[in-house]
């Protein structure tokens, strides 16, 4: 149904309706002019690119993609949806401080200092297909000069720098680790939509292979960046941080999602609870929901887990957010005798107003409802009849249905009306975003995961 192989990384993320993102990268003063590659000039490394020529540098971006590097050459962006970028590529590039090439050798050629985004392809359980990542070392490795500094910011499992990356580069380029070449970790922590802002406001992590590695790299980091550059002590301590941070958020949610299922056993509203517990400063729990999913939080614990595969708490929490598609299904359940009754999906995308379905929770919600003989479709603002059919899902056919389940917060979904589910005895909401009261109105029960049900 779904593609097994992925992608890990974020999609965009629709900020507009939180706030508007800084839209202009924040850059110091008095730099000394260098000459820098950012090879893979996706989501991640344009932003970058673009940061690093704000301030000052040369910038030759390298990208397989004859379309992206062409774009950029014109001075335009490759991709919506990121804040100020396109505004800085028409600036920058007419001035000679940024270009593209499908050639890596040729812009690592030039660089003091080769920042490295590509994507790196993995499955749910984390299996990596490392192909990307290994074309980019054989490409940047024998145009590697003396004294260069490369920095990988691709999520990675721990090790991965020093073990696989690291030891490629210096035996393509026959150069010294640690002495004549300088090879480091420093993890993306922005969100894309709003790379320049995150980049101004959170602490820049750089681990090194060796401590004069992570001092030299780090240094140039400081040449781009206002935000504080900080010098974690190993590639492995960078590394560490990132999935650090990503499965806490996984973790936190598993937890959240076991009270849900026990606050719907026993009748408990969790929504105020969570609200309360939060209200002091030692507790942070957050949302339950229907499923995790997107490039990062399913994937990224699983890279932890590679490492330490005697983790028992961060493997139970996947085994916990992989219930609640079933949970939800449950709830609707409750009120609709499954079997060969029509339920609608409400959201295909693995969240609301994003235009992505990695991991999203509509393929475990649907496989779920057939087990149990119902006659699953989806519908969703962002995805039309043929990109639902090419997802492997049945688009809503407009008609009556039983039931329904939210499963992706879109705005759309919110103030859900009645003619929007026509039919539907009980809407599950998913994601406790929906205010049910239209629904209220019309008869049709709202049953909120967690909601005490
Ligand atoms: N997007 C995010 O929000 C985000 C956040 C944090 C971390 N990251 C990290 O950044 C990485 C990249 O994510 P992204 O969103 O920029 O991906 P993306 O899919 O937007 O871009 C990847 C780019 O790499 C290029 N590419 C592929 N193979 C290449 C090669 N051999 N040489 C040069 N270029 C090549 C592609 O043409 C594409 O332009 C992720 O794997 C993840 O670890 C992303």
Redesign the pocket.
């Known amino acids: 149904m779904e593609e097994e192989l992925r992608?890990?990384?974020?999609a965009s993320i629709d900020y507009a309706a939180v706030s508007a993102p800084l839209a202009t990268p924040s850059v110091p003063h008095d730099v000394r002019p260098i000459t820098v590659a950012v090879?893979?000039?996706?989501?991640?490394?344009l932003p970058i690119a673009v940061q690093i020529a704000a301030a000052g540098h040369t910038v030759v971006g390298?990208?397989?993609?004859e379309t992206?590097v062409d774009l950029i050459n014109a001075g335009k962006a490759p991709f919506p949806g990121e804040a100020g970028l396109a505004e800085a590529l028409a600036e920058l590039v007419p001035a000679g401080r940024l270009r593209a090439t499908t050639s890596?050798a040729e812009a690592v050629a030039q660089a003091e200092f080769v920042v490295a985004?590509?994507?790196?392809m993995v499955d749910i359980d984390g299996n990596t297909d490392w192909r990307?990542i290994d074309?980019?070392l054989e490409?940047v490795g024998p145009a590697l000069k003396e004294g260069t500094c490369f920095a990988l910011?691709?999520?990675v499992p721990v090790g991965t720098t020093r073990d696989r990356i690291a030891p490629r580069l210096a035996e393509l380029s026959g150069l010294e680790l640690g002495v004549e070449l300088n090879v480091g970790f420093s993890?993306?922590?922005?969100?894309?939509g709003r790379v320049f802002e995150d980049l101004a406001k959170y602490p820049k992590l750089v681990g090194g292979v060796t401590l004069a590695c992570e001092r030299k790299i780090a240094e140039h980091y400081r040449s781009f960046l206002t935000a504080e550059v900080q010098e974690m002590g190993s590639a492995e301590a960078a590394e560490l941080t990132k999935l650090v941070e990503t499965t806490y958020r996984e973790v936190n949610i598993a937890l959240a999602n076991e009270f849900a299922m026990y606050a719907d056993r026993v009748g408990i509203d969790l929504g105020p609870v969570i609200a309360a517990a939060n209200s002091q400063p030692f507790s942070h729990v957050h949302r339950p929901g229907v499923a995790v999913g997107g490039h990062?939080i399913p994937i990224y614990p699983r890279f932890y887990l590679q490492g330490d595969p005697h983790a028992k708490l961060v493997a139970h929490g996947r085994i916990v957010n992989e219930e609640m598609p079933a949970h939800a299904v449950s709830l609707l359940a409750r009120d609709v005798e499954l079997d060969g009754k029509r339920v609608l999906v409400l959201g295909a995308a693995y969240r609301g107003g994003v235009k992505e379905t990695a991991f999203s929770g509509v393929f475990p919600v649907v496989k779920e409802l057939e087990r149990l003989g119902a006659i699953a479709q989806v519908v969703d603002p962002l995805y039309d009849e043929a990109e639902i059919t090419g997802l492997g899902l049945a688009p809503w056919d407009g008609q009556p249905v039983d039931g329904a389940i939210i499963q992706a917060d879109h705005a759309e979904y919110r103030q859900l009306r009645p003619e929007q589910v026509p039919g539907a005895v009980t809407v599950v909401d998913g994601r406790g975003t929906l205010d049910g009261q239209n629904l209220g109105n019309a008869g049709v029960r709202v049953r909120r995961i967690g909601g005490g049900n």
């Not at 090879?39 to 490394?45: N, Y």
């Not at 985004?117 to 790196?120: A, D, G, R």
């Open positions: 992608c890990a990384r974020h090879i893979a000039l996706g989501k991640m490394g390298a990208d397989v993609d992206t890596t985004v590509p994507p790196l990307i074309a980019v490409a910011e691709t999520t993890p993306e922590r922005v969100f894309s990062c």
